[in-house]
């Protein structure tokens, strides 16, 4: 089953992350990873914000924050 759920998360079109409540991240699909320049095996558990300082000051940066604190997806 985890690895049917890889095969998913991995072909999911859109770039498409995971995250801990730590903002670390779990998984990141390869869309995404092109996104950030890196692979995902080197994207993983990386400190979403120390990879990415840029996005504090952000629409995103808020979102996250929010949704992890109503623990909603928003």
Request: aromatic share 14%; proline share 8%.
């Amino acid at each position: 089953q985890q690895d049917l759920l890889q095969q998913v998360l991995q072909s999911i079109p859109d770039s498409f992350f995971a995250l801990d409540p730590q903002f670390h991240i779990l998984f990141a699909n390869p869309n995404f990873a092109r996104f950030a320049g890196l692979k995902s095996p080197l994207l993983e558990g990386l400190n979403f914000w120390e990879a990415f300082p840029f996005l504090i000051p952000s629409e995103l940066y808020n979102r996250l924050h929010l949704a992890l604190e109503r623990q909603t997806a928003d």
